[in-house]
C-alpha cells in the first residue's frame, strides 16, 4: 500500500511516516500542495493521502479540491491532519471531499481507528 | 508511599461488595492512584486516612465516591467497529422486519460509561434508518457511575475524544462546538435515557429488550457474578433477542442457555430457544 504525506513540518511528516511504515505502507512525503501534485507525476497512485491545512505556496484544502477535480485521484482516500478544529473548516473539508479528519494533536491510536473507517488499516 | 495491606483488604472488600468489581492482589497500585485524589479533595492523610473514614461511615457519599473511582471508564465511539457493522448491516434490518407489526424497539446499553457506546448506536439508528423515526423506540443506557451518568447525560466530548473513532461527517452532523469541546446535538441526546444501574443487583423491570450491549464490563467480574448478570440479561432479553460483549468476553463456558452467532465481522449472543 501507498501513502502520500503532506505538511509543511518535518517532524511532523515524520511521525506520520513512522506510523505508516509500521503499517506496510511506502510513503511519499511533500512539503506543500503543489510539491504533492508534482510527485504524484508518473507514480501509482497512493491508496491514501494525509494532508495538512495551513502550509505555503498551496494549502492543504486546495490541495484536496485540486484532487478531487481529477477523476484521476477519485480512488484515493484523503484524510486532512490538522490543527485547523472548527466545525466550519470540518464541514468545508468534506464538501470538497476529503473522506476523514483528525485534529491533531493526535496519538498513533487514533490515526489506526481513522484508517480502520476509511477500510484502510490492513493490521 | 505503598498501602497497608489491611487498608487494601478494606477497600477491595468495600468495593466488591458494592458493584462486584475484583480487585486482586497485585492491583495495589491502581487502588493508589484512583484513591489518593480523592483522600486529597475529601481533606484526609493519604488512603489510610480515607480508609479511617470510610470505616466511621461505610455508606456514606465517599463510599460512593471510592466504588466510582475504581471503575474503568475507557471508551470510545464505535469502539470496534464490527459491533457496529452488524447492528447497522444484519441485526437492525432483521428486527425491523421481525418487529415490522408492533413497530417498537427496546435497547439496553448496560455499561454506557461517558456516553460514547449509546451515542454510537444513536447516530447508526439516525444514520441508517430514518424508517425507525416513526417506531417507538425505548432506549436506555446505565452505569453505576455517577460522574459517568453526569458526563453522558450532559454529551460534551473533548477534541481528544471526539478525534477517536468518530467519522469526520458524523461530528458535522450530530455535534455542535462548545468552545473548545463538542456536544451531541439534542435530539441525539433525547432519544437515550440514562440512569443508574448496579449489575450486581436484580434489573429494574424493563420491557422485553431486542438489543443489549454489554461491552467490556463482565471481565471485571468474578465467574459467579458474570453468570448471575448472564441470567439476569437472559431473562430480559426478547427470545429473538441480541446481546453484544466486548471482544475478551463469552457466554461460553458462562451460560450456556446462550448461543454465539457469527454476525459480519463479530459475534453476537442469543437465547437458545426452547
Ligand atoms: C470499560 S467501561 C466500558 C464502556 C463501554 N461499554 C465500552 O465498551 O466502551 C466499563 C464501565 O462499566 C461500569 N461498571 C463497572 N461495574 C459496574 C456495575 N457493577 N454495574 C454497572 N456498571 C458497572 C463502569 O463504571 C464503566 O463505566
Ligand atoms: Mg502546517
Same mark, same amino acid.
Given at each position: 500500500?501507498?501513502?502520500?504525506?503532506?505538511?509543511?513540518?518535518?517532524?511532523?511528516?515524520?511521525?506520520?511516516?513512522?506510523?505508516?511504515?509500521?503499517?506496510?505502507?511506502?510513503?511519499?512525503?511533500?512539503?506543500?500542495?503543489l510539491?504533492?501534485?508534482?510527485?504524484?507525476?508518473?507514480?501509482?497512485?497512493?491508496?491514501?493521502?494525509?494532508?495538512?491545512?495551513?502550509?505555503?505556496?498551496?494549502?492543504?484544502?486546495?490541495?484536496v479540491?485540486?484532487?478531487?477535480?481529477?477523476?484521476?485521484?477519485?480512488?484515493?482516500?484523503i484524510?486532512?491532519?490538522?490543527?485547523?478544529?472548527?466545525?466550519?473548516?470540518?464541514?468545508?473539508?468534506?464538501?470538497?471531499?476529503?473522506?476523514?479528519?483528525?485534529?491533531?494533536?493526535?496519538?498513533?491510536?487514533?490515526?489506526?481507528?481513522k484508517?480502520e473507517?476509511?477500510?484502510?488499516?490492513?493490521? | 508511599?505503598?498501602?497497608?495491606?489491611?487498608?487494601?483488604?478494606?477497600?477491595?472488600?468495600?468495593?466488591?461488595?458494592r458493584?462486584?468489581?475484583?480487585?486482586?492482589?497485585?492491583k495495589e497500585?491502581?487502588?493508589?492512584?484512583?484513591?489518593?485524589?480523592?483522600?486529597?479533595?475529601?481533606?484526609?492523610?493519604?488512603?489510610?486516612?480515607?480508609?479511617?473514614?470510610?470505616?466511621?461511615?461505610?455508606?456514606?457519599?465517599?463510599?460512593?465516591?471510592?466504588v466510582?473511582?475504581?471503575?474503568?471508564?475507557?471508551?470510545?465511539?464505535?469502539?470496534?467497529?464490527?459491533?457496529?457493522?452488524? @447492528?447497522?448491516?444484519?441485526?437492525?434490518?432483521?428486527?425491523?422486519?421481525?418487529?415490522?407489526?408492533?413497530?417498537?424497539?427496546?435497547?439496553?446499553?448496560?455499561a454506557?460509561?461517558?456516553?460514547?457506546?449509546?451515542?454510537?448506536?444513536?447516530?447508526?439508528?439516525?444514520?441508517?434508518?430514518?424508517?425507525?423515526?416513526?417506531?417507538?423506540?425505548?432506549?436506555?443506557?446505565?452505569?453505576?457511575?455517577?460522574?459517568?451518568l453526569?458526563?453522558?447525560?450532559?454529551?460534551?466530548?473533548?477534541?481528544?475524544?471526539?478525534?477517536?473513532?468518530?467519522?469526520?461527517?458524523?461530528?458535522?452532523?450530530?455535534?455542535?462546538?462548545?468552545?473548545?469541546e463538542?456536544?451531541?446535538?439534542?435530539?441525539?441526546?433525547?432519544?437515550?435515557?440514562?440512569?443508574?444501574?448496579?449489575?450486581?443487583?436484580?434489573?429494574?423491570p424493563?420491557?422485553?429488550?431486542?438489543?443489549?450491549?454489554?461491552?467490556?464490563?463482565?471481565?471485571?467480574f468474578?465467574?459467579?457474578?458474570?453468570?448471575?448478570?448472564?441470567?439476569?440479561?437472559?431473562?430480559?432479553?426478547?427470545?429473538?433477542g441480541?446481546?453484544? @460483549?466486548?471482544?475478551?468476553?463469552?457466554?461460553?463456558?458462562?451460560?450456556?442457555?446462550?448461543?454465539?452467532?457469527?454476525?459480519?465481522?463479530?459475534?453476537?449472543?442469543?437465547?437458545?430457544?426452547?
Amino acid at each position: 500500500m501507498r501513502a502520500l504525506v503532506v505538511d509543511d513540518s518535518k517532524t511532523m511528516r515524520m511521525i506520520l511516516k513512522q506510523i505508516l511504515e509500521s503499517l506496510n505502507y511506502e510513503v511519499i512525503e511533500a512539503e506543500q500542495g503543489l510539491e504533492a501534485l508534482e510527485k504524484l507525476q508518473g507514480v501509482e497512485l497512493p491508496e491514501l493521502a494525509l494532508v495538512d491545512w495551513n502550509m505555503p505556496v498551496m494549502k492543504g484544502i486546495d490541495l484536496v479540491r485540486a484532487l478531487r477535480n481529477d477523476e484521476h485521484y477519485a480512488g484515493m482516500r484523503i484524510m486532512m491532519v490538522t490543527t485547523e478544529t472548527e466545525m466550519e473548516q470540518v464541514r468545508t473539508a468534506l464538501v470538497e471531499g476529503a473522506d476523514e479528519y483528525v485534529m491533531k494533536p493526535f496519538t498513533r491510536e487514533m490515526i489506526l481507528e481513522k484508517l480502520e473507517i476509511l477500510g484502510l488499516n490492513p493490521s | 508511599m505503598s498501602i497497608a495491606q489491611d487498608d487494601f483488604d478494606y477497600l477491595r472488600t468495600l468495593v466488591r461488595q458494592r458493584s462486584a468489581i475484583v480487585l486482586e492482589t497485585g492491583k495495589e497500585y491502581l487502588v493508589e492512584s484512583r484513591l489518593a485524589p480523592l483522600a486529597r479533595e475529601v481533606g484526609v492523610e493519604g488512603i489510610s486516612g480515607l480508609v479511617m473514614l470510610l470505616r466511621t461511615d461505610p455508606r456514606g457519599q465517599i463510599s460512593n465516591k471510592v466504588v466510582d473511582a475504581m471503575t474503568t471508564n475507557e471508551t470510545s465511539f464505535f469502539r470496534d467497529l464490527n459491533p457496529f457493522d452488524a @447492528l447497522r448491516l444484519k441485526v437492525i434490518p432483521d428486527l425491523i422486519a421481525a418487529r415490522g407489526k408492533d413497530r417498537m424497539l427496546n435497547l439496553w446499553c448496560g455499561a454506557a460509561s461517558s456516553g460514547q457506546e449509546p451515542y454510537t448506536i444513536a447516530m447508526t439508528l439516525r444514520e441508517h434508518f430514518p424508517q425507525l423515526n416513526e417506531w417507538r423506540i425505548r432506549f436506555l443506557a446505565t452505569d453505576i457511575s455517577k460522574e459517568m451518568l453526569r458526563r453522558s447525560r450532559a454529551g460534551i466530548y473533548s477534541q481528544l475524544e471526539v478525534n477517536r473513532g468518530l467519522p469526520a461527517k458524523y461530528l458535522v452532523k450530530y455535534f455542535e462546538q462548545k468552545g473548545a469541546e463538542w456536544q451531541v446535538r439534542k435530539d441525539l441526546r433525547d432519544m437515550i435515557e440514562f440512569s443508574e444501574l448496579n449489575l450486581a443487583q436484580p434489573l429494574p423491570p424493563m420491557p422485553k429488550l431486542d438489543i443489549v450491549f454489554l461491552r467490556n464490563v463482565l471481565i471485571y467480574f468474578d465467574l459467579a457474578t458474570k453468570r448471575d448478570i448472564l441470567a439476569r440479561v437472559r431473562g430480559a432479553l426478547h427470545p429473538e433477542g441480541y446481546l453484544f @460483549l466486548g471482544g475478551s468476553e463469552t457466554t461460553l463456558n458462562v451460560d450456556d442457555q446462550f448461543r454465539r452467532e457469527a454476525c459480519e465481522k463479530t459475534f453476537v449472543y442469543r437465547p437458545i430457544r426452547k
